[in-house]
């Protein structure tokens, strides 16, 4: 079964706006990572999350996780539209390494 | 320095007919890792390595996929007799940490198109 799931699937702002996307997962976890994916190839890592941290900041981007809800969000402020792309969570969770189904986050300009 | 090399970048090929797809990961990564991504989707797991652990196969989606990785380092993914359904993007990554504990890094994927 998926370990790790996305909402929302696809998601659309303005320019300077702040986009937040969510990630649950089912099982205990050592860290939750989040991925962005421009044009459908490689990935590129944005920030890691450990299982006994609740916050996490990189410049506009500021992660949370709830371990008690099985959930992260990710959230980016002053959006520009070089943030548009495909965002993805990631997991160990149950000795699996599963992506989530993604964001698909467009900012128009 | 170098990041994860792969090749080729696309590949056509007729149904039937086998696949090589190469990976080269970040010199010193012990963690080697398989995707694929169907257009529009999400990444499929398909096999993980670690040092000189046997491989965590549980992703593979038939025996007609096999990947090995020799002395540690290049990983090759072997697709035999290719049927429409294996086009895809196959994505491979590589990790200094064990099994997800350590981020990731990918490389730019081979797009993969059966006729």
């Known amino acids: 079964s998926q370990q790790g799931e996305e909402d929302p699937q696809a998601l659309s702002i303005q320019e300077g706006e702040n986009a937040t996307m969510n990630c649950s997962y089912k099982?205990?976890?050592?860290?939750l990572q989040w991925y962005r994916q421009n044009s459908g190839r490689g990935l590129v890592h944005l920030i890691l999350i450990r299982s006994n941290e609740r916050e996490k900041h990189s410049g506009r981007l500021r992660v949370t996780l709830d371990t008690s809800k099985k959930s992260s969000s990710l959230l980016i402020t002053a959006s520009r539209a070089a943030d548009t792309a495909s965002y993805f969570c990631f997991n160990n969770a149950g000795n699996m390494l599963t992506f989530g189904g993604g964001t698909r986050l467009m900012v128009k300009p | 320095g170098a990041g994860v090399s792969q090749s080729p970048s696309n590949k056509v090929t007729e149904k039937g007919k086998d696949v090589e797809l190469r990976c080269d990961p970040i010199s010193g990564h012990t963690a080697l890792y398989w995707y694929r991504q169907s257009l529009g989707q999400g990444l499929e797991f398909l096999i993980y390595f670690q040092g000189n652990s046997a491989p965590d196969k549980s992703g593979l989606p038939s025996d007609r996929f096999s990947a090995e990785r020799t002395g540690g380092s290049v990983s090759t993914l072997t697709i035999q007799r290719t049927q429409q359904e294996d086009s895809a993007v196959y994505l491979c990554?590589?990790?200094?940490?064990?099994?997800?504990?350590?981020?990731?890094?990918f490389g730019n994927g081979t797009r993969l198109t059966v006729t």
């Open positions: 099982t205990s976890i050592n860290n």
């Open positions: 990554a590589s990790s200094l940490g064990k099994r997800g504990n350590s981020p990731l890094h």
